[in-house]
């Protein structure tokens, strides 16, 4: 076995049973000489291989020169992951690798009986796999004793100091003894995980494989812009343009994963939701129809899918944007591994474009900017499918011969061909169709350059002479509050136009007239789309030419006390003129006889001040 050269022949063994031919990077740096009993801080891409390479990282440490372990007592290691899923499939790795050694794996996550896990420490465990909490309950109530370990191992270390594990990662830490090797392993190293491996390893090697300074190569980055009100129309597009055996859609909160999986199970799709809200029976189920075929799409929150892995993942969709680059690679790190194709959709809004342009420079992401697939090229795109489908190319078996001549005995050719594609589309949810937007390019364009418009002809006249222009009726006006500083910028995105084409606005009570420039008032009136709407359900009429501006006049001001001025200057209430030096409109009423603030109160005749009169009140 020299492709396993420096690995326990148990674990080789293992690893050859299991179909392993050689190791990745990161595995292979964690059985080199130098790491030889000591602590290391690991950071390598997801899918690399992580999981393994700590267990061959273990090995030597746990067996000490032994083939098998003995009886099993007080745990020799323990590995944290930060959620339940991860910590299971920790277990389920480390099982099949440490298969031949006899080791005994114990499990101790949040959602489990956590009496039928205290039985399972009591009888005894080589290693214990755990989230952070379940395992200091444990340690606390004296179930879980780490006198003997002899290695500490922290996956997603990263992801458990962001979800706030600290205070008990470190509990975990200073309980166990002294000399243990502690081995932390993360996608990224930000600030905090240098922090905490400075404060809690010793002499540690930092091994950081080559394959973390540059992204994915196997992932396909696509940021596909559309309207706000399009976001879901465009996710349904991407889903059935793709047609993934497995995809992901992550969502910033449980209610935006409840809402898709509502609506995606009304249009057709086999979708399953994850998310905190849920038992851990239901997420076992959910994570086990996605594995077996039942459900194609799962729908989740960042927390609920950390640590997962769907080997026939091929398709994510970000339907919310990560809050930042981290939790951008984490998401995408879900697809495109152990060398295979992945394509990571990002949905980005109009007014979310800048986000989205820092999110991918930060990640150091080059992605493709593009418009989300329309319902022609999905359409095309199942037309490709059915065309390559095997069972058109595949060589008629003898017990299908005799069946095949009896249908063209009975059906044309077409007849037969019209069947063979309906069903063939019969159970795929029909795509959306979308409002073509440009597709924005990345921090390099202008911000005001949206995509091919017309050539200008000739150069724009002057503001104060606009010249021919098309005039447009929108159906708000000063009662909803319409404001140019709101309004322009709308017709600039939704009618890809800019300032410069617009001329003069006239607000009117129920309504709003707007100029735009003849030679781009069709590319405008097409920008809008056949139902001609605004955003907020602000429609747009084209009128034939300019509006009668006195149809709604305004109202004429009425003086409250009916007194006609003798002249034509502004006048107060008792009739004087305003520009009096001793005319002020803000001066006191005269006060009432006998309240003066300053003179003495009212008396009545027994020397006490006066009550006010007391007067009911009618209900």
Known sequence: MTEFAGVVPAIAEALTKRGYSTLTPVQTAVIEAEMSGRDALVSAQTGSGKTVAFGLALASTLLDGADRFGPASKPLAVAVAPTRELALQVQRELEWLYEMTGAVIAASVGGMDIRTERRALDRGAHIVVGTPGRLCDHVRRGALDLSACRAIVLDEADEMLDLGFREDLEFLLETAPADRRTLMFSATVPKSIATLAKNYQRDALRISTQAEAKQHLDIDYRALVVVPSDRENAIINVLRYYEAKNALVFCSTRAAVNHLTARFNNRGFSVVALSGELSQSERTHALQAMRDGRARVC???????????????????????????????????????????????????????????????????????????????????????????????DPIREDEAAFVQQVLSGFSAEQVAAAFVRLARAGRSAPEDIIDTPAFQPSGQAAGDRGPRPERSEPRAPRGDFGDAVWFSISAGRKQNVEPRWLIPMLCRIGRITKQEIGAIKMMPENTFVEIAREFSDSFVEALGPKRMLEKGISVTQLDGAPDLSAAPRKPFVRKDNAAPSDSKPRWKDGESADRPDSKPWAKKAAKPGFSKSGPKPTDDGGKPAKKPFKKKAY
């Open 299 to 393: 729908i989740a929150t960042d927390v609920a899918a950390r640590g997962i892995d769907l080997p026939n993942l091929e398709l994510v969709i970000h339907a919310d944007l990560p809050t930042n680059p981290e939790t951008l690679l984490h998401r995408s790190g879900r697809t495109g591994r152990a060398g295979r194709k992945g394509v990571s959709a990002i949905i980005v809004t109009s007014n979310a474009r800048r986000k989205a342009e820092r999110l991918l420079r930060d990640a150091r992401i080059e992605a493709v900017w593009a418009k989300p697939p329309s319902a022609d090229e999905v359409s095309q795109k199942d037309d490709e499918r059915i065309l390559s489908d095997a069972a058109l190319n």
